[in-house]
């Protein structure tokens, strides 16, 4: 049985963990952290060292901070089977980069996922150094799909989708939070409130995968004439919502671009 070993167990790790355990049993999981032994219900065999991880990895993961990678990479890169495909989560750090560390013939993948894989409703973008065998890419698209959607891009286009996919979740919650506060305000009881707002913009997002129709499209079939909808439409816009988006998003590629050199 193939063994997938984590080092980091971290937010990221563990909703791509319980993703594909909730999917699938064809799988050994093996994991490292340091504050792993007190997670009594972690779906995954508890080793006691990056190093021992990578010993036993078929597919490693890396999930610790880019700031801890250079040493964790030290303590692993003597003990990798030379045919084991390593899975990075980090952002920022380039392909080129690992291969420095690790070793130029090593099979590397650097992804960008996000957490909404704990419930199946993920985004992860993946690009491959050259010696990742098309089988290997394969498997490891698979195990990303277990926990939502998938796209393969050119390392180039990272920074600007990390903070598309894995960041403007933090602004999506924002937008529910408010949206629920307003209903609150009109007496809609808020554990309600939440949960039609999360389920007005999952539908929304929905909208927009699977009909392929502009967003536009989508938001004029919406409004009608002299309607409600049109109003606040038109409030959004005088407020800013469409720029606070675009500026906030923009703010992250840049901080994301300062992170990575």
């Given at each position: 049985?193939?063994?997938?070993?984590?080092?980091?167990?971290?937010?990221?790790?563990?909703?791509?963990?319980r993703?594909?355990?909730?999917?699938?049993?064809?799988?050994?999981?093996?994991a490292?952290?340091?504050?792993l032994?007190?997670?009594?219900?972690?779906?995954?065999?508890?080793?006691t060292?990056?190093?021992?991880?990578?010993?036993?990895?078929?597919?490693?993961?890396?999930?610790?901070?880019?700031?801890?990678?250079?040493e964790?990479?030290?303590?692993?890169?003597?003990v990798?089977?030379?045919?084991?495909?390593?899975?990075?989560?980090?952002?920022?750090?380039?392909?080129?980069?690992?291969?420095?560390?690790?070793?130029?013939?090593?099979p590397?993948?650097?992804?960008?996922?996000?957490?909404?894989?704990?419930?199946?409703?993920?985004?992860?973008?993946?690009?491959?150094?050259?010696?990742?065998?098309?089988?290997?890419?394969?498997?490891?698209?698979?195990?990303?799909?277990?926990?939502?959607?998938?796209a393969?891009?050119?390392?180039?286009?990272?920074?600007?989708?990390?903070?598309?996919?894995?960041?403007?979740?933090?602004l999506?919650?924002?937008v529910?939070e408010a949206?629920?506060?307003?209903?609150?305000?009109?007496?809609?009881?808020?554990?309600?409130?939440?949960?039609?707002?999360a389920?007005?913009?999952?539908g929304?997002?929905?909208?927009?995968?699977?009909?392929?129709?502009?967003?536009?499209v989508?938001?004029?079939?919406?409004?009608?004439?002299?309607?409600?909808?049109?109003?606040?439409?038109?409030?959004?816009?005088?407020?800013?919502?469409?720029?606070?988006?675009?500026?906030?998003?923009?703010?992250?590629?840049?901080?994301t671009?300062?992170?990575?050199?």
């Open positions: 049985m193939t063994t997938i070993g984590w080092i980091g167990t971290g937010n990221m790790a563990s909703a791509i963990i993703g594909i355990t909730q999917k699938t049993q064809d799988y050994t999981m093996a490292y952290s340091p504050n032994a007190g997670k009594t219900d972690f779906p995954a065999q508890k080793l060292s990056a190093a021992a991880v990578a010993k036993v990895s078929d597919i490693l993961f890396l999930a610790v901070k880019p700031y801890k990678m250079a964790v990479l030290e303590e692993i890169k003597d990798l089977k030379p045919e084991t495909l390593v899975v990075s989560i980090a952002v920022s750090l380039t392909l080129d980069w690992y291969a420095e560390r690790l070793g130029q013939g090593v590397i993948v650097r992804t960008l996922p996000n957490t909404c894989a704990a419930v199946g409703e993920g985004f992860t973008a993946l690009t491959f150094n050259a010696k990742v065998t098309e089988a290997q890419k394969q498997q490891v698209i698979s195990l990303f799909a277990m926990t939502g959607k998938t393969v891009i050119e390392e180039a286009q990272m920074n600007a989708v990390s903070a598309l996919t894995g960041s403007t979740p933090a999506i919650y924002m529910i949206m629920a506060d307003a209903a609150v305000k009109h007496g809609i009881p808020r554990a309600q409130a939440y949960a039609m707002a389920q007005a913009v999952k929304a997002g929905a909208m927009v995968s699977e009909t392929g129709l502009h967003p536009g989508l938001k004029d079939q919406v409004c009608s004439p002299s309607g409600s909808t049109i109003v606040g439409v038109e409030k959004a816009e005088a407020l800013g919502l469409r720029s606070a988006m675009l500026e906030a998003v923009d703010a992250i590629i840049a901080k671009n300062q992170i990575s050199g």
